[in-house]
């Protein structure tokens, strides 16, 4: 008996069930190879090919997040060009885009659109930003309801593997209630009166410094694009000749469907708690242990504070998803007493503020203040005794630069040890020059007084000789 497409597909998810029942919660593995029954029903063939519907995000007036010279609706045109064009390199599949131009499209039409050529999942391509600029990273929304939740939530597990193996940060795969209770999306909301599985990818933050290396180019946008694309049909299980890729034998992650709504979180991290390890008054760095743990959405980021909450650290990466207690060092600057506090923030941007931890003022000298004294030695060299240096042995604030009483002791030393033996022999010759030129003087002096008199003597006679005449 032939299997049609689908029914292979179906094949794959009960093996990947029974995987998932039976071992480890993850049952994602590459036995393409090993996977006998794909080997000899291949993906991707004759019959029903796989219906992707691609929808770049926004369009028309519709700009979705505009920053600098980023505009979400043609970053999404963009990536959803990349990702059609890649998928139509795999067998069996059939890749249509909500919109090709700049269209403004509502969302339940796009959602339509989708039900109207049978979407086997519809990807919904955005990018994002925050209002204060400060969050970064990946996310992908999933609707909190049923079939919907689990085919959502395995496709964007896939999805979000990628994205960090790319080198972007993962804020998670979520889901978010409006009032009423259904998703707050409506992209995802519509989806699920449709009944087309969908997923909200959230590729980066387009505002933050972080993710920009990811975006800031027309390739990397077409990067997007693949990444998507092989996300798609490695969830699918597709094979493309042309790119000589088989993941016909891919094992998805299985998700349980739920029978209730998956609720996010909206509570605030459990704990958050900090206890200093190490002051290093040498350089003001100061070791900070922070536990902190929430157990529903858990730990994205954190940010700390010296000065008792008054500002704050840009966001951290909680850099290991698997541990509740990290360490990280912090720089403190000197002559201010350290109040530490931490902010630990969950996987919906909710934190919780640590308890506070006093140390004692540190003395250190920054960098800033060694080269400015580098700077001022220097100078004192060539000024000589014209600076004053303070004799106290403390510091003050000159012109925000603060210059300690170390330049005193060294001021004097090296740099004037040549200028003084040059002016002992400058003086020296100064001398013995005056010298020469009293000498000089007294002695023409003397010699003046003698013909002087002479002269006198001769006028005198000459004068009685007039006289006598
Ligand atoms: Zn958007």
Redesign the pocket.
């Known amino acids: 008996m032939k299997f049609g497409f689908h029914g292979k597909r179906y094949l794959a998810a009960i093996l990947g069930a029974a995987l998932f029942l039976s071992g480890p919660a993850c049952g994602i593995s590459h036995a393409a190879e090993t996977d006998a029954a794909a080997q000899k029903m291949p993906y991707g063939a004759e019959d029903t090919p796989v219906v992707i519907v691609i929808d770049p995000?926004?369009g028309g007036e519709n700009l979705?997040?505009e920053y600098e010279d980023y505009t979400?609706?043609d970053m999404?045109l963009a990536v959803a060009e990349a990702m059609k064009e890649e998928l139509e390199k795999y067998e069996g599949v059939t890749v249509y885009l909500t919109r090709t131009g700049d269209e403004d499209l509502s969302l339940d039409e796009r959602c339509a659109y989708a039900e109207s050529v049978d979407a086997d999942f519809l990807f919904?391509l955005?990018?994002?930003m925050s209002e204060q600029h400060t969050l970064f990273g990946a996310e992908c929304w999933v609707s909190a309801f049923g079939e919907n939740y689990s085919k959502g939530y395995g496709f964007a597990s896939i999805e979000i593997g990628m994205l960090q193996e790319m080198g972007l940060f993962s804020r998670g795969i979520k889901t978010r209630l409006n009032d009423k209770g259904t998703d707050y999306y409506g992209i995802l909301r519509h989806s699920v009166e449709r009944s087309v599985p969908c997923v909200?990818i959230?590729h980066c933050h387009l505002d933050q410094a972080h993710d920009q290396p990811f975006y800031d180019h027309d390739e990397k946008l077409r990067a997007f694009g693949i990444l998507d694309a092989t996300a798609a049909a490695k969830y699918f299980g597709l094979r493309s000749e042309t790119l000589g890729v088989d993941y016909s034998g891919w094992l998805k992650e299985e998700v349980a469907v739920p029978t209730t709504a998956v609720s996010p979180d909206r509570s605030e991290p459990d704990v958050c708690i900090i206890d200093v390890t190490e002051q290093n008054t040498e350089n003001g760095e100061i070791t900070v242990e922070l536990s902190a743990a929430d157990y529903d959405s858990g730990m994205l980021y954190y940010t700390y504070s010296y000065d008792n909450g008054a500002h704050f650290s840009e966001l951290q990466p909680w850099p290991d998803a698997s541990s509740d207690t990290i360490r990280f060092v912090m720089q403190v600057p000197p002559r201010v007493l350290p109040q530490i506090v931490v902010n630990a923030y969950n996987g919906y941007d909710l934190y919780t503020a640590s308890n506070m931890v006093s140390l004692p003022s540190m003395d250190y000298k920054t960098e800033e203040e060694l080269a400015a004294m580098e700077a001022v030695e220097s100078l004192s060299g060539d000024v000589a005794d014209g600076e004053t240096f303070l004799p106290d042995g403390g510091a003050t604030v000159q012109d925000g630069i603060t210059v300690h009483d170390v330049t005193a002791e060294t001021a004097g030393e090296p740099a004037d040890g040549q200028p003084s033996l040059t002016g002992f022999l400058t003086v020296s010759l100064l001398c013995v020059l005056l010298l020469a030129a009293m000498v000089l003087s007294l002695t023409l002096i003397l010699g003046g007084r003698k013909r002087r008199r002479r002269r006198r003597k001769k006028s005198v006679r000459r004068g009685r000789q007039d006289f006598d005449r």
């Open positions: 995000g926004h979705g997040a979400e609706k999404t919904c955005h990018f994002n909200l959230e």
